[in-house]
Each structure stands twice: as structure tokens, then as C-alpha cells.
């Protein structure tokens, strides 16, 4: 298969937030990687391509995940009656501390690379620790799967008790500057975002450091931002000037911007005032209702964030989310909405499927650029879905067969992986 | 294999709904269908009988779905942006209606059957439709899983339309004595259970029918009760003498009684003078979470409910619930208890993993007799789980196993499946 072609089959694909396009027999074009869009029926100028026909099976475009611990996956599913504080200081400081030895880090990520080439994901934002030997393990590893990623070494200079905590601010960036140098020009799909944990694990002086770095190589951030209501007491304690968490990251310069946008996962407790300040830096939401519905934190407003036009997609957050199947991150992430209007506030309307489709593909995608969907110029990401398994007494539209896969994942499986048009999984090999 | 015998492997069951019992490499006896307990070390009495070593496969007792609506299974998972009236008429009604035509309920009670019989569930208290001659077949294909249940013929001669209604109270319970009297002797796992749909489908007449039949028969009764806003504003209308909607259910003398027990689904709204009805009655509550945040319900205080001492199992509800898996069912009712804390009530704590994992062996099990767990004298179902899909880096204990595969349920498969002794399913025939 080279890199231009055609997939035949049952096509679903974002048309902006409130719209889904389909076709049960429908075609899309993919020239050298990039999208020429969907068809009902296919344009004469491209007759001469190969078609691959997939007969009754689903395509739709590949799924982003905006926020994922790499490091956690090995301990997903446990502890999940704890809230965020005690987990985090019980579980997961304690499993990271281990990627200090790169043999562990070796193996373990072997299991989170493996997992990610198989799920509906095709561009991820992944957190690995603080460890400079066990993140280039990770991002060698990401690189030969095929799926687009940015990966973060962690900066942590307190509150990560003893095995898991950097000397000062200045080695934590003298790290990150050697980790930078370390891959630099070394990958095709796997690239560096700056990653302080969040603000109770960095001390004012590395946050700085941490802006700065980012000015001068050009290089994104990701974060952590009012995920609950214990963290958010506690960084109004540490920076005690700032108006809001949110306006604590500003204040450090590393809210980023529309050039080089912010990735923030949470956001449960934003108000008016830190949607603000995210939409006046293009900031993105990372999404993880799993996680926030896991750990106790809450629920976030979405459907505010995505009216007021703040950037969002949805994440994972394996291990506080249990697991990177984006289809149950999506029914967990609208059973969230529906129920955030129906106890929080009747105001804020339930996330209808259709944006919940969106902000799994084109909302997610848009971080990576102009990748999500099916239209012409697009990244040819997509995933080539088999529900057969899912018995039915008539024939079901695309638009039912998209929706019911995502409420009932276990019957479906995927086919056929693509990343700008290049096959990363098959089932059959 | 005959009917006494040894199961060996990870075995785990509640001892009480605080605390669930491990044994990593433990014995499970089974004598003519009966537990007679787990163990850490065999008892010598025990010697004789056959061990079935499952190795390092995880062995837990049957689950109980107290509440799913067979005819609902071929379309689940769509429609679901709608809440529960438009729900009803616009996608279930229609569907049900054609359960008239025996031969489309021939095929489409075959995927349900068989998915039931493939799942964790080994006791199931179903809903069929209006239809006795469905109704028949859907029991006699349900004979044959060896899943032990309760099916119901629906009950429901008002608001269901032309072509999902009964002609009078008179003709349905008429219609009700005959199905009786046709599977009267019938069956040894399939039971009958009188059905009114809810208040809105049956008028008064109609429910004191099933309130007199159900004492002169000796059949339980299941309903629906306190589900959503719009249905109990409806319910008040329809019977405006009564004090709240599980009393309407008390003055038809439907409640049913300790002997002869009522199970009633959702109670999202039950407030204490329901709760008190419930508790008088000893009446079953089949919680729905999956269903209840589907159809933006609600969520039911259960764990207020379980403090006080009401009898509740868990529901998988589907087709409001998207599937008959518990262990999503668990995952989704314990992400419904977190959220009723965080956003509604924090005077009442999340459910704990050892409650869950009682409410959905145990406590819906008690609605079947000694069911659900594994001491001396309890019917023998259980389930053994293959979870080595699941990689880890270090040997998880039997109680973090249990909880992940509930939280990652995507990853685990089961090997085999026994009711009362006998094996229903496996995995490798």
C-alpha cells in the first residue's frame, strides 16, 4: 500500500462540532498522507487510485488523546478509592519513582507502546516521569508505533518526597535542557513538550525556568489545572499573589499561547475567570471525565467551555482514567455532561453526540494540526472499525453504528490503523 | 464433570458487604451443587472429590442482573442524547411492538439469550414484552442457557399506543393467567414474575389485578420506580390520592412483602418516606446506574439506602443500560456513588469497592435465595476469570485484581461459568 489510495466503506466525520457526515458506502481519498476528503460517490479525478474496499465496516478518523500518564499504565484499575492527593502520594509517586531504573522502564513502557498502537488513538500528549534515561526509552518506543505524539519529561522539584523529586530548580531544568538536547533531529513523530506536573510539585523559580525554556525553543507545555478542590486549596497556599490557579501558571509564563498553545488536562473547578485566561492564551482543555469521575474530583462543564469557544479535547489519564480506549472515554466523558446538568446546573446542556464525536477527533486533533477529520487537507488519520459482533434486527445507519459502538465498546474491534496515510496496525497481521 | 468437585485458583467473595475474602491460591467445594465454603488449605473431609486447578485464574461467585429488558438488547446503545419518556416512545415502544410477530422474537431473543449466557450474570430477573407467545419462547431459549431466572409478560393497557397495548385491565390480566397456566411445571431455572410496566402503562384496575394475583399465585412482582422527574409528576397525576409514587405501588398492594419480595428499578428520587416503604416491604431496589446517567435520570443515594438496610442488587437495564457486562455495570454504579458525594450530598460517602462487589454478587443474589458468595451452604455459582491479558510488573494481589478488572473489564475474558454446579458456559467448547 503506498501513499496514496482509497478506503471504501461506512464513513463518519466531523463537519464543525454540531454535525456528523456520513455515507453506509462512501469513499475517502488519501493522497501522499494527506486527506482530499469523502465521497458518496468518487470524483472521476480520482479513478486511478487503488480503492481498498472494507465492504461494511466502519471509517472514521483517528481519535487524539490529550492526556495520558505512560508511566501509570501498569497500575491502572487499583486504588480507585482514593482521591487525587492520597493516590497520587500511595500509588503513583511510588510506581514512577521506579522508572529511576531504565531496565523497569524498558519493560514496562513496552506494555503502554503496544496498547497505543492498538486503540483508536492516532495522535497522543503523554506525561513520562521525571527520569531523562527512562523518557528517550519511551519516545524510541512511541516512534516505531506510528502513532504522533508529544512526550514530557516531568518536572517535579518538591512535595515528591524522597524518591521522587529533583535536587533543585536549576538541575530539574539543566535536565530538561540535556533531555531536549539529547533527541533533538532524532524523530519523525515523536516530539518534546515541557511538563511541570503541576504547580504544588514546582517551585516558582523552576516554573519561570520552565516558561522561559519554552519561549526560547519554541517547545509547548502541558499541565495539570484545578483537577481538585484539596490541589486548588493548596496552590492558592504556595502561590498566594495569584487570583486563580490558572492565573498562577500565567504569572510563571507558561500559559502559553495561540502559537504554541497550552495543554491543561482537568479544568473541573474553572470558572468564568480561568476560562478567560485559557481562551485568551488558546490554551486546551485536556478533558478527562473518567479520571475526575474515578478519583472523586468532580465533573468539568465542558459544554460552557466549548460554547464560550475555549479549545478542548478529551484524555484518557490512564492510570487515574483506567484505560486509553477513547470509545469508553467518550461514553464516560457524555454520562458526565448529562449529569452535570442534571446535578450541577440544568443551564449547561447535556454534550450531545455530535460534539462529543467531535472533541474525540477534530477537537483533540486540531492541537496537531489540521487533523480529525475527513475534509480535504487534512492529515489522513483514520481507524477502520469491524462491529459486526454487534447483532441487530435491521440495518443500522452509520450514525446509530458510531453512537452504539461508543456506548458498548466491547463488540467492536479495529481493523485497520492509519496515521497520515501510512497503515500502523492491522488485526489481520 | 459431575456435581461435586473442587474448584483451585484466586478466589474472592463478600463476607458482609464491608469486606470481601481472598485466598491468591485457595479451594472452592462444591458438593451436589452446593458450596460448602472456600478455603486457603483444603480440608481433609474434602480429599476425595476432584480438583479443577485453574491455576492462576481468578474464581468470584455469579453476579445477579435484577433488572434488564430483553427485547431492548437488539438496540442498545442508540438513541441515547434522549431522556426517558421521548426514550420510550420514540425508540422502545416501536421495538417492542414488533415482539408480536413470533418470528422476529425467535431471532431476536437468540442474541440476547446467548449473550446472557457468555456474560458474569448466573441469576437475571428480565422483562419480555406485552406478547405471551414471545414471552414463552424468550423463557424457553432462556431454559436452555442454564442462567437461573425471573421473566416477566408485561402488563400495560394505557399511554403505550396502538401497538404496544393491551386492550383492557380485564384482557390483560386474563392474558397474564394464561401465560401462567401455559409454562405452569415447565421449567426447572425459568420463573414467572408479574410485570406491570409502571404506573403510566397500567390503570388502577389493572395494577389491583397483579396486587391479587400475585398473593393468590405466590409470584413475586418487579416494576419501575421514581426513575425521572417527568415520570413521578406523571405518576401523582395519574393517582392523586396517593402520598408518593412507591405508595401508589402500596395501594394497589403491590409492594410486596418479605415472603414474597417486590423488586422495584432506579429509586433515583426515593426519598426517606420511600426508602421506609421500601424497607417495610423488604422490596428490592435493582439500581441502574449505567441507565440512570444514560437517560440523564439522576443517580440513586445507594449508599443511603444500603446503610439503612434496604435490599438492592444491581441492573444492567439495558437497553437504557448499554450492555449486560457487570463489571461495566460496577465501574459505572461506582463512578455514580463518587458523583452523588462530590456534587450532591457529601453527608453520604462513595461506595466503597467491597460494597459494590457485594451488591453485585450478594446483594442482588439474596433475591434468589442463598446465592452470591461462597460459604457453607450457598448455591454454587461462580465465574473463573481469565485476566493474564492484563500486564503488570509486579503480582497484583486478588483483591487489586478484582478491582482493576472492574474498572478495565476490556482485558479479562472467562474461562468457565457454573449455576447451582452444573458448568453453563466455557469459554473453550
Not at 524522597?162 to 530539574?172: T, V
Not at 492558592?236 to 510563571?252: G, H
Amino acid at each position: 500500500m503506498n501513499n496514496s489510495f482509497i478506503l471504501r466503506g461506512g464513513i463518519a466525520f466531523s463537519n464543525g462540532k454540531n454535525n456528523i457526515i456520513t455515507y453506509s458506502k462512501g469513499y475517502v481519498v488519501c493522497v501522499d498522507g494527506v486527506c482530499k476528503g469523502a465521497f458518496a460517490d468518487l470524483p472521476d479525478m480520482y479513478k486511478g487510485l487503488r480503492v481498498y474496499d472494507y465492504g461494511n465496516n466502519l471509517i472514521i478518523p483517528g481519535m487524539s488523546d490529550l492526556h495520558v500518564h505512560a508511566p501509570q499504565y501498569t497500575f491502572r484499575g487499583i486504588g480507585m478509592d482514593e482521591e487525587l492527593l492520597e493516590w497520587l502520594s500511595r500509588y503513583t509517586f511510588p510506581e514512577e519513582a521506579k522508572y529511576a531504573n531504565l531496565d523497569y522502564a524498558i519493560k514496562a513502557y513496552t506494555y503502554f507502546t503496544e496498547d497505543l498502537r492498538r486503540c483508536f488513538t492516532t495522535r497522543a500528549v503523554v506525561f513520562a516521569t521525571l527520569h531523562n534515561e527512562a523518557t528517550i526509552e519511551l519516545m524510541n518506543q512511541l516512534e516505531k508505533t506510528g502513532v504522533i505524539t508529544y512526550v514530557g519529561k516531568v518536572n517535579m522539584d518538591r512535595n515528591g518526597g524522597e524518591n521522587l523529586q529533583e535536587a533543585s530548580a536549576e538541575q530539574s531544568l539543566k535536565d530538561t535542557v540535556a533531555w531536549l538536547d539529547a533527541i533533538a533531529g532524532k524523530y519523525k513523530n515523536t516530539m518534546p513538550i515541557l511538563t511541570p506536573r503541576f504547580i504544588p510539585s514546582c517551585s516558582d523559580e523552576l516554573m519561570r525556568g520552565i516558561g522561559k525554556l519554552s519561549k526560547e525553543r519554541g517547545i509547548p507545555i502541558q499541565s495539570h489545572l484545578s483537577e481538585n478542590k484539596s490541589e486548588i486549596a493548596w496552590v492558592q497556599e504556595l502561590v498566594p499573589e495569584s487570583t486563580c490557579y490558572a492565573n498562577a501558571y500565567e504569572m510563571f509564563d507558561t500559559m502559553g499561547s495561540k502559537e504554541l498553545p497550552t495543554i491543561m488536562a482537568h479544568c473541573v473547578y474553572s470558572d468564568r475567570l480561568e476560562m478567560q485566561i485559557l481562551k485568551k492564551h488558546g490554551a486546551y482543555i485536556a478533558h478527562c471525565a473518567d479520571s475526575n469521575m474515578n478519583l472523586t474530583s468532580g465533573i468539568a462543564p465542558i459544554k460552557k467551555f466549548l460554547d464560550a469557544g475555549v479549545n478542548i479535547g478529551l484524555g484518557t489519564d490512564v492510570a487515574a482514567g483506567s484505560s486509553m480506549n477513547m470509545l469508553k472515554t467518550m461514553l464516560i466523558s457524555l454520562q458526565a455532561s448529562k449529569m452535570y446538568y442534571r446535578l450541577v446546573d440544568t443551564s449547561v446542556k447535556p454534550l450531545t453526540f455530535e460534539e462529543m464525536f467531535y472533541l474525540a477527533t477534530e477537537g483533540g486533533g486540531s492541537y496537531f494540526g489540521k487533523v480529525g477529520t475527513f475534509k480535504d487537507g487534512y492529515d489522513f488519520d483514520a481507524v477502520v472499525i469491524d462491529d459486526s459482533k454487534m447483532f441487530s434486527m435491521r440495518d443500522m445507519s452509520v450514525r446509530e453504528r458510531i453512537e452504539r459502538m461508543c456506548y458498548n465498546d466491547a463488540d467492536v474491534s479495529i481493523r485497520d490503523k492509519f496515521v497520515k496515510g501510512k497503515k500502523i496496525f492491522s488485526a489481520i497481521i
